[in-house]
Structures are given as structure tokens and as C-alpha cells.
């Protein structure tokens, strides 16, 4: 079917084409099926969207983004026609009903995937199927083997990559900034490529945004690291593994993040910048993603295993998840709360400990240290790690480099506690709940500091959190839930008495 080309006055992410009602029906689809545009020899597929009003009869309204895709303009004449579902649209449905995929039925289905072929509610069906029926390891290591295949890889000429990642969960997880300045500063190369915020306050590309550009080619990745010895890029800006930004995409109104996904996801990302050493940080508590220490260590022996088939030398470090790191959460706030730790070398125990640790593990990993933690130590106190912070900050075009120059938001409320006692627990979601609300990580300089954490003391007047916001609106939204659901818990320093009735004499 001949029709002319309309330029939609919006972008989406994936291939799409407007069609009328009466076209629609003339081509015999519906919304969700799929059509071929074709211009002179260039030709896309394109999921189909019955919108009345937004194109007339005899246009097929397409974005911008895709129109450069076949070198076509608006008013150009395409050909229309329509295409089946893609084969992989079966194998959804085989492992929908149980079955077990083969190498070939995964490789065709991340394929169609990363090119954008299988809808989001198709994907989503995948999704689902993966996390309510599971899929073995062998199934695992083709999805990975797979999305490694599918995308870019980036090649280094000298030295040893090494790379970390956090399974997340956890508010205030800034380990990163620290981690690879004290990496980069030993003389291997860290080229870490992290992701945004999904349901958390900040993802790590946000924080480090505050500082620097993350929005980097595999090129510029590649410079980059071999030049300073590591980088902190936004891995959806690159090509490596695409199909996982893809599952990343439904997982989020989803709200689930099915084992498969993750373990593909974390090692298809290592995989694909050529790292030869992996340590991972599996967060480990109430309010993470893994709740205790078994289910922990069963996700360590996963991700370890999946590693040796891949040939990737992987060590997993379960840590404490209870509470946030540190003690700010959001993108500026982590950002200086980060800087200033490498500044003054002193700071949360809880971010310094765990960032040195991993970095320990990673130096002896790569045979670079009998006594990781140790050196690790030393580059931090130095101020090594400080002085390669700022090289990475500069090369990618960065020009903040001191705390005191991170701009954090100007509307800003503190809850103070009512009453004495000890912080008997801290609630890691209502933390990034009221992060959220206050515009994290949308607002850079939203998000929230804790005063007091879980063992800590607390008199009656003691500021517990303080919110920050860029826009009073936004703060006023976060006071409110700060006040309905308590993001600390204080108790008294006796729990209970017994016998709990009391007599006050007599027989």
C-alpha cells in the first residue's frame, strides 16, 4: 500500500508507525502488529499505533529518529505493508508454557530483541516467563553469550581490565566513585560502564553526571581508560549489550528483576569491555534486594559459575544491606558526600570500608597485591585516588573538582526526633521514597542526609534527616511522607519489660 510519510511531532524509543483506523483496516492490522516502510531500497519494521486524529488517511505517521533510519523526509512516499511476528515470538510463548530454550531459539530471540523487533509487551512476556519459571544455567550462559554477541565490544591494546558491580538495592551505594580513582590511580584499567536510576534515588551515571559527562561512545570509552587509566560512562549510551537496556526498560513498571536478567546482565556488560577480573558486591539484608545470607550465597555461586563459562575470573562479596552507604542518597548529594571523602580521607565507615575492600579484592585478583585491602588503603590516603579522581573528571569534560563546588538543592527541611534512645533500624525504601518524591534524580540536588544511623545515640532535639529539594512543591511533597512513614526507627534502651503487668501490692 503507497502512502506518504508524516514526521510525528513526538519521539519514541522503539520503531513505530501512526495509522488511521480506516488504513489499518485496509492492511488488516492492529495496534501491536507490525508493518514494513520501505523508501527507494531502505525499509524498516515498525510496531503499528491506531491513533485517531494524529495522521489522516493515506499517512503513516513515523518519529523523526526513524525517518534518518531510511535516509526519508516527511511528505516522501513509502510502501506499507504488512509482516508476521517475528520466530521468536514462539519461543516467548515455549518458555511461557515451561519449556526449555535451545543455544539457536535465545540467540534468535535476543537478537530480535537488541534490533528492536519484538514489542515491549512481547519482551515483557519474556520477562515474566523468566522470573515465574525460572531458566537453568545453561540458558543463562547462551542469554549472555548472546547479548555479548549482539552488541559492541571494546578491544584494549595494553594493560589488564578489571571491573566491579553492584546488584543494587541498597540507597547511598557510591562505592564506584571511589573504587575505580584508587583502581585507575594502581595501574590497571577500570572502563566502568554503570546505569541510571531506575526505582532507586540515583543510579551511579547520575551521580557521576554532577561531575562529568557520561554520555560516551565505545570510542571515547576506549581513549579514554588506556589514557587515565579508568572511566565512569552510562552504559545505555554505547551499543554494548543492547538487548539488556531493552529488558531493563520493561523490568521498570514491572517492578520485578528476574535472577536470569541479572546474572546475563551484569556478565554480558563485563563481557563486553573486555574485562578479565569481575568482583561483585551482593548487598545482603532487609530492605535489599536479597534478603538473607543463603539466598546470597546461591546468587554468588551463580554468578561465579557463569564467570568460569564465559571465561571471566569472577569473586563475589556479599556485604551489609541493612542500611544506606554512607549517609547521603541522591545524585549531587552522593556526589559531594564521594569528592569530600577522597579529599579528606576520612568520612562513613561504612562507604571507606566497603570501597577499600573491593578495591582489595580487585588488586589481588589481578596479582597486583598480597594484601589488597592494605594497599588499597594506602593509594586511598595518599590522595592518589583524589588526584586520578580529578584526571577522570577532566577527561571527560568535567570542571568540578572539589566538593565545595557541587550544588546541592536550596529548599531544605530537617526531621528532628521527638524523643531520646538509639536507632534501632533504618528503612532503606521510605529512605528512596522521600528522595523521590523531593525530585531525585530527575533534580540533581534533591535527595536526602542521614544524621543518625542503625547503633547510633539520639537525643530529643537531634536532627535524624535533612531533605533537600530543588522546588518547594517537591519538598513539600517529601515532608509529607517523611512524616507519615518514619525513615528511622528509635527505641529506648530497654526493649521490653517483664512481667508486663505491674502489682502494686497485696496478696
Given at each position: 500500500?503507497?502512502?506518504?510519510?508524516?514526521?510525528?511531532?513526538?519521539?519514541?524509543?522503539?520503531?513505530?508507525?501512526?495509522?488511521?483506523?480506516?488504513?489499518?483496516?485496509?492492511?488488516?492490522?492492529?495496534?501491536?502488529?507490525?508493518?514494513?516502510?520501505?523508501?527507494?531500497?531502505?525499509?524498516?519494521?515498525?510496531?503499528?499505533?491506531?491513533?485517531?486524529?494524529?495522521?489522516?488517511?493515506?499517512?503513516?505517521?513515523?518519529?523523526?529518529?526513524?525517518?534518518?533510519?531510511?535516509?526519508?523526509?516527511?511528505?516522501?512516499?513509502?510502501?506499507?505493508?504488512?509482516?508476521p511476528k517475528p520466530k521468536s515470538f514462539q519461543h516467548i510463548r515455549k518458555k511461557i508454557l515451561g519449556g526449555k530454550l535451545s543455544k539457536e531459539e535465545i540467540y534468535e530471540l535476543i537478537n530480535d530483541i537488541a534490533s528492536g523487533s519484538l514489542n515491549e509487551v512481547e519482551v515483557a512476556a519474556f520477562?515474566?516467563?523468566?522470573?515465574?519459571?525460572?531458566?537453568?544455567?545453561?540458558?543463562?550462559?547462551?542469554?549472555?553469550?548472546?547479548?555479548?554477541?549482539?552488541?559492541?565490544?571494546?578491544?584494549?591494546?595494553?594493560?589488564?581490565?578489571?571491573?566491579?558491580?553492584?546488584?543494587?538495592?541498597?540507597?547511598?551505594?557510591?562505592?564506584?566513585?571511589?573504587?575505580?580513582?584508587?583502581?585507575?590511580?594502581?595501574?590497571?584499567?577500570?572502563?566502568?560502564?554503570?546505569?541510571?536510576?531506575?526505582?532507586?534515588?540515583?543510579?551511579?551515571?547520575?551521580?557521576?553526571?554532577?561531575?562529568?559527562?557520561?554520555?560516551?561512545?565505545?570510542?571515547?570509552?576506549?581513549?579514554?581508560?588506556?589514557?587515565?587509566?579508568?572511566?565512569?560512562a552510562w552504559g545505555g549510551a554505547t551499543q554494548l549489550a543492547p538487548a539488556d537496556d531493552h529488558i531493563i526498560r520493561v523490568e521498570y513498571p514491572l517492578s520485578i528483576d528476574p535472577k536470569p536478567q541479572l546474572l546475563a546482565s551484569v556478565m554480558a556488560k563485563k563481557g563486553s569491555v573486555g574485562a578479565?577480573?569481575?568482583?561483585?558486591?551482593?548487598?545482603?539484608?532487609?530492605?535489599?534486594?536479597?534478603?538473607?545470607?543463603?539466598?546470597?550465597?546461591?546468587?554468588?555461586?551463580?554468578?561465579?559459575?557463569?564467570?568460569?563459562?564465559?571465561?571471566?575470573?569472577?569473586?563475589?562479596?556479599?556485604?551489609?544491606?541493612?542500611?544506606?552507604?554512607?549517609?547521603?542518597?541522591?545524585?549531587?548529594?552522593?556526589?559531594?558526600?564521594?569528592?569530600?571523602?577522597?579529599?579528606?580521607?576520612?568520612?562513613?565507615?561504612?562507604?571507606?570500608?566497603?570501597?577499600?575492600?573491593?578495591?582489595?579484592?580487585?588488586?589481588?585478583?589481578?596479582?597486583?597485591?598480597?594484601?589488597?585491602?592494605?594497599?588499597?588503603?594506602?593509594?586511598?590516603?595518599?590522595?592518589?585516588?583524589?588526584?586520578?579522581?580529578?584526571?577522570?573528571?577532566?577527561?571527560?569534560?568535567?570542571?568540578?573538582?572539589?566538593?565545595?563546588?557541587?550544588?546541592?538543592?536550596?529548599?531544605?527541611?530537617?526531621?528532628?526526633?521527638?524523643?531520646?534512645?538509639?536507632?534501632?533500624?533504618?528503612?532503606?525504601?521510605?529512605?528512596?521514597?522521600?528522595?523521590?518524591?523531593?525530585?531525585?534524580?530527575?533534580?540533581?540536588?534533591?535527595?536526602?542526609?542521614?544524621?543518625?544511623?542503625?547503633?547510633?545515640?539520639?537525643?530529643?532535639?537531634?536532627?535524624?534527616?535533612?531533605?533537600?529539594?530543588?522546588?518547594?512543591?517537591?519538598?513539600?511533597?517529601?515532608?509529607?511522607?517523611?512524616?507519615?512513614?518514619?525513615?528511622?526507627?528509635?527505641?529506648?534502651?530497654?526493649?521490653?519489660?517483664?512481667?508486663?503487668?505491674?502489682?502494686?501490692?497485696?496478696?
Open positions: 500500500m503507497r502512502m506518504k510519510i508524516k514526521a510525528l511531532p513526538f519521539e519514541v524509543r522503539r520503531h513505530f508507525v501512526a495509522l488511521s483506523e480506516r488504513d489499518s483496516k485496509e492492511l488488516g492490522v492492529l495496534s501491536g502488529d507490525r508493518v514494513k516502510i520501505s523508501v527507494g531500497k531502505k525499509s524498516i519494521v515498525a510496531e503499528v499505533g491506531i491513533i485517531p486524529g494524529m495522521v489522516k488517511d493515506g499517512e503513516c505517521g513515523i518519529s523523526n529518529l526513524f525517518l534518518s533510519e531510511i535516509d526519508a523526509k516527511e511528505g516522501d512516499g513509502a510502501e506499507v505493508v504488512p509482516v520477562v515474566s516467563a523468566s522470573y515465574m519459571l525460572k531458566m537453568d544455567l545453561d540458558e543463562i550462559e547462551w542469554m549472555t553469550k548472546a547479548m555479548i554477541d549482539t552488541g559492541e565490544r571494546i578491544t584494549f591494546e595494553r594493560g589488564t581490565v578489571v571491573d566491579k558491580h553492584s546488584i543494587g538495592g541498597v540507597p547511598g551505594n557510591k562505592i564506584t566513585l571511589l573504587i575505580v580513582p584508587i583502581i585507575a590511580a594502581s595501574g590497571l584499567l577500570i572502563p566502568k560502564t554503570a546505569s541510571r536510576a531506575i526505582t532507586s534515588a540515583t543510579g551511579t551515571a547520575d551521580t557521576f553526571e554532577v561531575l562529568a559527562n557520561v554520555n560516551l561512545s565505545v570510542d571515547e570509552i576506549k581513549e579514554i581508560t588506556e589514557r587515565v587509566g579508568g572511566v565512569i578479565k577480573h569481575v568482583v561483585i558486591d551482593i548487598p545482603v539484608g532487609e530492605g535489599s534486594k536479597v534478603p538473607d545470607v543463603d539466598i546470597g550465597r546461591e546468587l554468588a555461586n551463580n554468578f561465579v559459575e557463569l564467570g568460569r563459562r564465559l571465561g571471566l575470573n569472577v569473586f563475589c562479596a556479599l556485604s551489609s544491606g541493612g542500611q544506606p552507604v554512607g549517609r547521603a542518597i541522591g545524585p549531587a548529594l552522593e556526589a559531594k558526600e564521594a569528592l569530600k571523602t577522597l579529599e579528606e580521607r576520612k568520612g562513613s565507615s561504612s562507604l571507606i570500608e566497603k570501597s577499600l575492600g573491593l578495591a582489595g579484592i580487585l588488586l589481588e585478583m589481578a596479582g597486583r597485591s598480597s594484601n589488597g585491602y592494605e594497599d588499597a588503603k594506602r593509594i586511598f590516603t595518599s590522595g592518589k585516588a583524589l588526584e586520578k579522581m580529578k584526571e577522570i573528571i577532566e577527561a571527560q569534560g568535567g570542571e568540578i573538582f572539589s566538593s565545595k563546588d557541587v550544588l546541592v538543592g536550596d529548599k531544605t527541611y530537617t526531621l528532628k526526633s521527638k524523643k531520646e534512645g538509639a536507632v534501632e533500624a533504618v528503612f532503606n525504601k521510605t529512605l528512596v521514597k522521600i528522595a523521590r518524591a523531593a525530585g531525585a534524580p530527575k533534580d540533581k540536588g534533591a535527595g536526602v542526609y542521614i544524621h543518625k544511623k542503625r547503633g547510633e545515640v539520639v537525643k530529643e532535639g537531634d536532627a535524624i534527616i535533612t531533605i533537600y529539594a530543588e522546588k518547594e512543591w517537591k519538598l513539600d511533597n517529601a515532608i509529607d511522607i517523611a512524616l507519615q512513614e518514619p525513615a528511622v526507627e528509635i527505641t529506648g534502651m530497654i526493649l521490653e519489660k517483664f512481667p508486663s503487668v505491674r502489682y502494686l501490692g497485696g496478696e
